[in-house]
């Protein structure tokens, strides 16, 4: 076989492991060999082969039924690159935070739920809220994971929400889309009503500010 064929079956490989990960990422009961060999369109050997290698990296394992899951070393490269998506929203969220006088954040999805992974609070404001890194909260609740779900359904327009979080509180958030395996959104959360259509805009700004950076 000569080097340009090996390249080419390494690629092959490597693509199949990689959609194999997306797909029992994507089952939340998990997958069996068959399920995944009929969706790969390959057959059940080759799937052995890629859930040995992911298997020994720990990117997947098999639950007490055999079902195909997520491994704890997918977790860990997940941590590892939450700094970096932070850090590459920062400059997109100061600039939502003192437009808006509100507090902005950058919310990813993690284990079903939504996690803020970066808060920033404007500079002038006498009082804003206290949004804490980390905070969870389940994506049916409050303007950053509504617009996470509105993405999932590609809608793109903000989403506003009032005391469903915090009693008091108003939210208005935009789903971050087109970076390649990021579930996001981009919003602002303020004890007083925000003016959606003016803030909305803002917000829908930041996240393809965000999009820009990121993707």
């Known amino acids: 076989m ?27 009961g998990g997958l069996t060999v068959t399920e995944a060999a009929n969706r790969l369109g390959v057959g059940r050997a080759a799937v052995y082969r890629l859930v040995g290698a992911l298997t020994d990296h720990g990117m997947l394992r098999r639950d007490g039924t055999g079902r195909l899951r997520l491994g704890a070393g997918v977790l860990h490269l997940a941590r590892r690159a939450q700094p970096l998506l932070a850090e590459g929203a920062l400059p997109a969220l100061r600039r939502l935070a003192e437009q808006a006088g509100a507090t902005a954040h950058l919310t990813v999805v993690e284990g079903g739920e939504g996690v803020a992974l970066a808060v920033v609070e404007p500079s002038w404001t006498s009082f804003h809220v ?16 509504r617009a996470i779900l509105a993405g999932r359904a590609g809608v793109a327009g903000p989403v506003s929400t009032r005391g469903e979080l915090q009693s008091g509180a108003y939210g208005v958030a935009a789903p971050v889309l087109g970076v390649p395996g990021l579930e996001a959104s981009v919003g602002v959360v303020s004890l007083a009503p925000l003016d959606v259509e003016v803030v909305g805009a803002q917000v829908a700004a930041a996240a393809a500010a965000i999009t820009t950076a990121l993707a």
């Open 130 to 145: 206290a949004y804490r890194t980390g905070s969870r909260h389940p994506l049916e609740r409050g303007a950053a994971g």
């Open 2 to 28: 000569d080097t340009a064929a090996r390249t080419g079956e390494t690629a092959q490989t490597l693509d199949r492991g990689l959609r194999l990960l997306h797909l029992v990422a994507d089952a939340p």
